[in-house]
């Protein structure tokens, strides 16, 4: 499968805290993305990161990438209760194919 | 319209009943995307379409589902003979390969999926 996994399936923080999950694929990729997802519904984008980039940040979220070993990291800084959600990474073929990772469950605990 | 719109939002439907559910793209989407998500699961990739190809059917999980795209724009996912095991969320998503972030390095839209229950 090419599907990614994310790592730790589940993490709980505090309000206040750091958090950081973890991505792992198997494939060359052209890019990839982080999503959000509330509620088992629609998931939204995040951030991109293309395979010649190292880092991104977009406000509290910083994303690291390492083609190396095909791992990402997002990193959400001063988490709040509102960051309560899945987190997904999908990871972006030259054919303009998506996979999707297993997600991490992030719970910001007031 | 303005995004990714999916019916029916919710459905029940008899084990053995045929269903169908519907995702109208971004308009000038080429790129349209089906997955399904089990409750607490990850999402898994089921059909591909990006304009006149033939679509990418590698995930389908068996024969039962079929899914066409009619001229390029509306998508309508097809399960026949449903099992209790169908039961999930059918996500529908679009991209356009010129997107924002250049080629190949466009997001993906989601709709707001189709919670199918088959009893």
């Known amino acids: 499968s090419q599907q990614g996994e994310e790592d730790p399936q589940a993490l709980s923080i505090q309000e206040g805290e750091n958090a950081t999950m973890n991505c792992s694929y198997k494939?060359?990729?052209?890019?990839l993305q982080w999503y959000r997802q509330n509620s088992g519904r629609g998931l939204v984008h995040l951030i991109l990161?293309?395979?010649?980039?190292r880092e991104k940040h977009s406000g509290r979220l910083r994303v690291t990438l390492d083609t190396s070993k095909k791992s990402s990291s997002l990193l959400i800084t001063a988490s709040r209760a509102a960051d309560t959600a899945s987190y997904f990474c999908?990871?972006?073929?030259?054919?303009?194919?998506?996979?999707f990772g297993t997600g991490t469950s992030l719970t910001v605990i007031p | 319209g303005a995004g990714v719109s999916q019916s029916p939002s919710n459905k029940v439907t008899e084990k053995g009943k045929d269903v169908e559910l519907r995702c109208d793209p971004i308009?000038?989407?080429?790129?349209l995307y089906w997955y399904r998500q089990s409750l607490g699961q990850g999402l898994e990739f089921l059909i591909y379409?990006?304009?006149?190809?033939?679509?990418?059917k590698s995930g389908l999980p068996s024969d039962r589902f079929s899914a066409e795209r009619t001229g390029g724009s509306v998508s309508t996912l097809t399960i026949q003979r449903t099992q209790q095991e169908d039961s999930a969320v059918y996500l529908c998503?679009?991209?356009?390969?010129?997107?924002?972030?250049?080629?190949?390095?466009?997001?993906?839209?989601f709709g707001e999926g189709s919670w199918l229950t088959v009893v």
């Open positions: 998503a679009s991209s356009s390969p010129r997107g924002l972030s250049g080629i190949n390095g466009n997001t993906i839209y």
């Open positions: 494939t060359s990729i052209n890019n």
């Open positions: 990161i293309r395979s010649n980039e």
């Open positions: 999908a990871t972006a073929q030259w054919g303009n194919q998506f996979y």
């Open positions: 308009s000038g989407h080429t790129a």
């Open positions: 379409f990006q304009g006149n190809s033939a679509p990418d």
